[in-house]
């Protein structure tokens, strides 16, 4: 998402946004980040089928505990933890 000027909305409103019950934030934050997260994956365990399904339990997760979030927190660090 990008504001009138062009800029990219942070992550952490988008997760606020989200807990909001905004559905395209978190369309945005997916598409930020499944490259990423699968990339993560991969590289640790080295077995992509492996990484596949702990890369969709991991988007799972993130909506389960969307609750949890604390927006004054970077939200990378929390999705990878």
């Given at each position: 998402?990008t504001?009138?000027?062009?800029?990219?909305?942070?992550?952490?409103?988008?997760?606020?946004?989200?807990?909001?019950?905004?559905?395209?934030?978190?369309?945005?934050?997916?598409?930020r980040?499944?490259?990423?997260?699968?990339?993560?994956?991969?590289?640790?365990?080295?077995?992509?089928?492996?990484?596949?399904?702990?890369?969709?339990?991991?988007?799972?997760?993130?909506?389960?505990?969307?609750?949890?979030?604390?927006?004054?927190?970077?939200?990378?660090?929390?999705?990878?933890?």
């Amino acid at each position: 998402m990008t504001n009138e000027a062009g800029d990219v909305t942070p992550d952490e409103i988008l997760m606020a946004a989200y807990q909001a019950g905004n559905e395209p934030a978190f369309v945005e934050l997916f598409d930020r980040y499944a490259g990423p997260v699968y990339g993560f994956l991969v590289r640790r365990l080295s077995d992509r089928g492996l990484a596949e399904d702990l890369y969709q339990e991991a988007f799972l997760r993130l909506h389960r505990a969307r609750h949890t979030y604390d927006s004054t927190r970077p939200f990378r660090a929390w999705l990878f933890g």
